[in-house]
């Protein structure tokens, strides 16, 4: 679908199956439906970090992507089988520039969850306390302070002397920009005070304040030379300057507010920590407080929220961290964020425009996607140019026809969003908009389906032409040589768009015949528009490069609807080789009338740690259907799949399936899954032959029973804490 966070009308293609099931509250969708939005949006918001972390160009606003990443997460939250350690929830930003050197963040840099309700805050308060086992009426401190819209900073000091700055980059690795953070007065060259650390990473946001954005935009005008969008872009491309001169000459600031590797801290909380960077000679924000309970919490983004406009600088919303630092390392992570800190934001902002058409996408999967073409406007410093309608319901619903003045919006589950109709403006004459019913890339028919159980028709029309239309074969193409899928260089959404209409590749088999049928072809590749004997070259030995590949990866590149990055590793995990998936699919039968439970094969397949029936039907559902086992087989032919790597033994329990069962006393069941996953062990839901050992507390029923009837092993809590050498929290 085109949006404004893309010039090409195909280059979010993915996201036009997310956009189609948005009209859907989370908790009305399908497991297929979920599936395949979460799915799609992976992949849109992944194109979204690179173009906000490593280019400095970001084409949404800040509303727009939290919007997209709360939609995310909602769906993981609804559906938990979708989540896993490859899943965005674990990961961050984007690859660094090859452009700079590049820095190994010691501790990652990770991002914060998200909320955007009072209830939220309430509820997040509620979960910290839950996980440590505290009452309700036990009080955590917590800190609150303005969240700073701008480029993330790492400081690493050694004696007190600045040695190496670096971006956030992908959360693991950024981009050295020591030299031109040397140019911001705010970053002090040398830290003072008796209680430096030998070693720290002091961290930060570099921002621009809205006076000087608007002097330097004055001057680059005057110059005619590039002006910025807002002050966050502006202090990005300064600060990612190849001349750190350019930098030196841009107004940029710097807040300190966390850190990372230290050898010491000089105290034990949040607030104290921060108060002694500002000691050190740092900038500090001076709207950070500390209160104790979420009433305090909402008091203090409501005040910061009535400053915004006269802060100077831009803000976002308001983060919240637990005080104590000692509870923050039992609380520890979760996915990409830690457990004990969010970010509260600030509401979405509306504006008025004209609908001037309505598109129809058509997605990898075939559904259908009306996109609204809108006059642009901007909406808070964020120029809009398009938005989704969700499906032909949604347009009904909302009455939208071309030529209406609407209401859009930045955020909320669709992004951007129609709002409403503004009717007293609609032209004189309009009629209704008519959904159509052949798709726009092949012509086939395009329908609803119907659940033949439950009777619901299927809020997404779909394209019937499946492998013939060429917006599906594209994109199931380009999903398959994708980045996190066999990651071909060099064949990108254009190669593989131009290689399908010139009948070189049809299927992923072609991808590794191409080179052998190129030398016996009448036209070479190399005489070909675009191209020549270096890059057709370059091409054929990336694609040489990719015929062994890891075996996860070859799973994912298939396109198996619900199986994502994190399910795949899953799957092969336990299986180990995509024969042997493939064979465990084949002898499982889903659970029916004859069979309520299934076989054996399918209670081991649900049995793996997140692989429940949905994604288990469709992995079973793929290798039922002959075609797909042929493309699966002409592909092993022209590849070899790299089995994963095990666990290294560094603990008696690394490369152990773990099940924890009853009522842990000294430990959250949270906890004890953190714990074992730290040291190498692999957490099941549930007990089968493939079960190494099970943590029984009181109260332990069904799974202890079957632990015992299979010989599994079996430890009390305290047994646990004795084999893997560490003591339960106080």
Request: with cysteine; hydrophobic share 40%.
């Amino acid at each position: 679908m085109t949006s404004p966070r893309s010039t090409s009308p195909r280059s979010t293609a993915p996201a036009s199956t997310a956009a189609t099931f948005r009209a859907i509250p989370v908790e009305d969708l399908s497991p297929a439906e979920a599936a395949s939005e979460h799915k799609a949006l992976a992949q849109e918001i992944t194109s979204h970090d690179a173009a906000y972390y490593r280019e400095d160009a970001p084409v949404v606003s800040d509303a727009e992507y939290d919007a997209l990443r709360q939609r995310y997460e909602a769906i993981e939250e609804r559906f938990p089988g979708l989540r896993g350690e490859d899943s965005l929830s674990e990961k961050v930003g984007a690859a660094p520039s090859e452009k700079f050197g590049k820095v190994a963040h010691k501790v990652p840099m990770l991002s914060l969850a998200n909320c955007f309700s009072d209830e939220e805050v309430v509820e997040f308060v509620a979960r910290v306390k839950r996980f440590l086992n505290l009452g309700a009426d036990d009080e955590v401190a917590f800190t609150s302070e303005p969240k700073i819209d701008g480029l993330s900073c790492s400081l690493h000091y050694e004696n007190g002397r600045l040695t190496v700055a670096a971006t956030r980059g992908d959360g693991s690795q950024g981009e050295d920009v020591t030299q031109n953070v040397r140019t911001i007065a705010d970053i002090p060259e040398h830290l003072t005070g008796k209680d430096v650390p030998q070693t720290i990473d002091v961290r930060g946001e570099v921002y621009m304040a809205g006076a000087d954005f608007e002097a330097l935009n004055a001057r680059q005008a005057a110059a005619e030379e590039k002006v910025f969008a807002n002050p966050r872009n502006a202090a990005a491309g300064s600060l990612r300057q190849l001349d750190p001169s350019i930098t030196a000459a841009r107004p940029l600031k710097f807040f300190a507010y966390a850190w990372g590797e230290a050898s010491s801290l000089p105290a034990e909380t949040q607030f104290g920590v921060v108060e002694a960077f500002a000691r050190w000679g740092f900038t500090t924000n001076p709207l950070m407080v500390v209160a104790k309970d979420a009433a305090g919490l909402i008091a203090h983004y409501r005040s910061i929220e009535a400053q915004r406009a006269l802060l100077g600088y831009d803000i976002d919303g308001v983060v919240y961290k637990v005080n104590s630092l000692e509870l923050q390392r039992r609380l520890g992570f979760v996915s990409r964020s830690p457990r004990w800190a969010i970010a509260h934001k600030f509401p979405a902002e509306q504006a008025t425009t004209v609908l001037e058409d309505i598109e129809i996408q058509v997605g990898r999967t075939g559904a259908l996607t009306p996109v609204a073409k809108l006059t642009p406007v901007t909406v808070g410093g964020v120029v809009v140019s398009s938005a989704t309608l969700h499906n032909e319901d949604e347009i009904a619903r909302k009455d939208v026809r071309i030529g209406d003045t609407v209401v859009v919006q930045r955020a909320g589950d669709v992004i951007p969003q129609v709002v409403r109709v503004i009717e007293d403006k609609r032209p004189a004459g309009s009629k209704p908009y008519e959904f159509p019913t052949l798709c726009p890339a092949c012509g086939s028919h395009a329908v609803r389906e119907v659940d033949t159980k439950s009777g619901k028709v299927d809020a997404v029309r779909r394209c019937t032409g499946g492998l013939i239309c060429p917006a599906q074969m594209v994109e199931r193409l380009r999903h398959f040589v994708s980045r996190n899928a066999f990651d071909i260089e060099g064949l990108g959404e254009k190669q593989v768009r131009a290689f399908y209409d010139w009948d070189l590749i049809k299927s992923p088999a072609d991808i590794f015949t191409l080179e052998a049928r190129n030398k016996e072809g009448l036209q070479r590749l190399e005489n070909r528009d675009g191209w020549g004997k270096t890059s057709a070259t370059n091409l054929f030995a990336a694609i040489a490069e990719r015929r062994t590949v890891a075996v996860d990866r070859f799973v994912f590149a298939l396109g198996i609807r619900h199986v994502g990055e994190t399910n795949a590793k899953r799957l092969m995990r336990h299986y180990g080789t995509v024969e042997a998936l493939e064979a465990g699919a084949l002898a499982a039968e889903i659970p029916g009338e004859a069979h309520p439970k299934g076989n054996d094969a399918w209670q081991e397949m649900i049995g793996i740690d997140g692989i429940g029936d949905v994604v288990a039907e469709a992995v079973i559902e793929f290798f039922g259907e002959p075609r797909n086992r042929e493309v699966v087989a002409a592909l092993l032919k022209e590849v070899t799949p790299e089995l994963m790597e095990q666990v290294a033994a560094a603990s008696p329990v690394s490369g152990k399936t773990v099940v924890f069962t009853g009522s842990l006393e000294k430990m959250t069941r949270d906890e004890a899954k953190a714990m074992a996953e730290r040291l190498g062990a692999k957490v099941a839901g549930s007990v089968s032959a493939k079960t190494n050992l099970v943590v029984a507390g009181p109260g332990a029923g069904s799974k202890l029973e079957k632990a015992q009837a299979l010989g599994v092993q079996v430890i009390t809590e305290d047994e646990w804490f004795e084999l893997v050498g560490t003591a339960p929290a106080p």
